[in-house]
């Protein structure tokens, strides 16, 4: 049975979509089954796995409010070598529609329910807000993978998202789990980006991840190709780092 990681944070800018596509090719190559969930309205983990979000037939939208099977809206991403259960600008009208429907915060859980056999790791690449999407995807998952940078108005971001964890564990997914802390967009050169890795090393110890991202062009340059960094240029330091995460991911699932 696959295990199902939410890549979240409630603040902006800071990386979720690239770890969530980085991630899910890191896998890959490492001969996992691998399905990537895009949960944000701007489609970007869906383009930037090569998949044209304007062209789709169907999507994650149709999944949470027509139940749709997962399989009918999947797509292959030819590049990073998994399956995509893409989005557009559909989803944007979906947390009005999800009011009104039954189960509203556990649909894609029941729609992932069906296919988790399929798949070694299933990747949720949530929206940086409070939404009902991204409640839906934290009833779904198993466990949760923070994209953070080393600056303190992050630290304040991850304090309200662990308080947002606290509560859906403790009242709507007793499943859910911090999984890890990953250090993105890293500079060894800014004093404060280190003092700030310190601390987070001090308070979270083993759940902060030993792989830290650099701030790197190449991943950044990717997205344009409709390729995952991994693949655009697998020798750029974004990429080596990306790839040290996926080989840490496996051997931290082995271990829970």
């Known amino acids: 049975m ?5 890549v979240a944070n409630q603040k902006g800018g800071v990386g979720k979509t690239t770890t969530a596509v980085n991630l899910a090719a ?3 190559t490492q001969g996992q089954r691998v399905l990537l969930v895009d949960l944000d309205p701007q489609g970007n983990a869906t383009m930037g796995s090569g998949i044209e979000k304007a062209r789709l037939e169907s999507s994650v939208y149709e999944v949470l409010v027509d139940d749709i099977d997962v399989l009918e809206s999947c797509l292959h991403s030819a590049f990073g070598n998994y399956d995509v259960l893409p989005a557009n600008r559909e989803l944007t009208g979906a947390d009005f529609e999800l009011v009104a429907l039954n189960n509203r915060d ?3 859980k029941q729609a ?3 296919i988790e056999q399929l798949y070694d790791f299933v990747l949720i ?8 999407l991204t409640l839906n995807g934290l009833c779904a998952a ?5 994209p953070m940078q080393c600056e303190y108005f992050a630290l304040e971001g991850l304090s309200d998202l662990l308080n947002t964890i606290k509560h859906v564990h403790a009242n709507l997914n007793p499943e859910l789990q911090i ?6 967009m890293f500079d060894p050169r800014i004093t404060l980006q280190q003092q700030v890795s310190e601390q987070l090393k001090q308070h979270f110890r083993d759940k902060v991840f030993n792989a830290i991202i650099p701030r790197n062009v190449r991943l950044a340059e990717a997205p344009s190709y409709g ?8 020798r750029s330091r974004g990429a080596k780092a990306y790839l040290q995460l996926g080989v840490e991911m496996i051997t931290r699932i082995q271990n829970m």
């Open 125 to 132: 690449d949530c929206p940086p807000t409070l939404s009902l």
């Open 26 to 28: 890191s896998l890959a």
């Open 179 to 184: 999984i890890g802390l990953l250090r993105v």
């Open 106 to 108: 556990v649909r894609l």
């Open 227 to 234: 390729m995952p960094g991994v693949v655009f240029d697998p």
């Open 112 to 114: 992932l329910k069906k």
């Open 142 to 146: 198993h466990g949760v993978i923070v």
């Open 2 to 6: 696959g295990k199902i990681f939410c």
